[in-house]
C-alpha cells in the first residue's frame, strides 16, 4: 500500500508539472525532489526519483527560452555551455542500492535534445571505440571545446566518474559529434602519440579513490593539461592503483590532431 501510494505521489508531481508556464517552475520541483533524495536514509527510491526528474529536466529544456535559462537552483544537476554558445550539456548522478546511476542531456541552441543513457556494460569504455546516446558509459562534464575537423564540428568534453566504494575513479578526455540523423557519437581518433601508430578516441584516466588529479582545457595555448599518473598503493591482490606524481603531461592541438607532449611546465594549475 505504500508503495502505491508513493507511485501515486510520482505521478502528482509529474502530472501537476505538466501545467507548469515557466521554466522556474519545472526547477523548483526538481530542486525540491534533489533535497528528497538528500534528507532520505536509503536509496531504494532513487531510481523512481531520477525517472521524474530526467522527465521534467526535458520538459524545462523543451521550453522557450531554456537555452540561456541558468538553472541557478539546480545545485546538483552540473550545466556545461561549450565555448560556441552552440551546445549544452546537463549532467547529473544518482545514488541507488546498486551503485551511482549517471544521467546526460544534450541540448542544442536550435532546440534539439539528446537524451545519454548509460550502458553499465560498457562502462569503463574502450580508449579506441566509438559510443552513442544510447551506449554513454557516464560521466559529470565540466569543459565543453568546440572546433571542426573536415567541415565536422566536434566537441572536446571534459569529464569524471566515480563509485563509491571502489578504489578507483576515472577522468576523461572524449570527442562529442553528431550523424547525419543527429544522433550522439562520442568518441574520435584524435589523441595523438609520437610513440603510437594509432590515435586514440578518448583517453581514460583511472586514479586512486582518495586522490584528486588535474585534467583542464587552457585556451590560450589550445592544450589539454593534466596530472601524469604513476604508482600511489599497492594491495595485497598484487593491484597496484596510480595518483599524480608532480608531473605534467599535455595535448596539444596540432592542425586536426592533438600531440602528446610529456613533462611539461604548467602554472597555477590548481
Known sequence: MKRALFIIAIAAVVGHTAAAQTIADYEARIAALFDTIVAA???????LYNDTISQLMIRALKSEKSFNYPFAGLKYIGVVTADDNALRLYTWNMPTDSGTLYNGIVQKANGDIVVLRQATENYPPDEWQTLTDSTWYGALYYRAVAYKVNRQ????LLGWHGQPNRRTQHKFIDVLW???AGKAQFGWPLLADDNTPRAKSRLVLEYDADATIFLDYEAAKRRIVFDHLSPMKHFDDDTTTLGPDMSIDAYVRKSKQWLLKTDIRA????
Open 153 to 156: 564540428k566536434v566537441y572536446l
Open 178 to 180: 553528431f550523424d547525419e
Open 41 to 47: 536514509t536509503d536509496n531504494s527510491r532513487n531510481r
Open 267 to 270: 602554472k597555477n594549475r590548481h
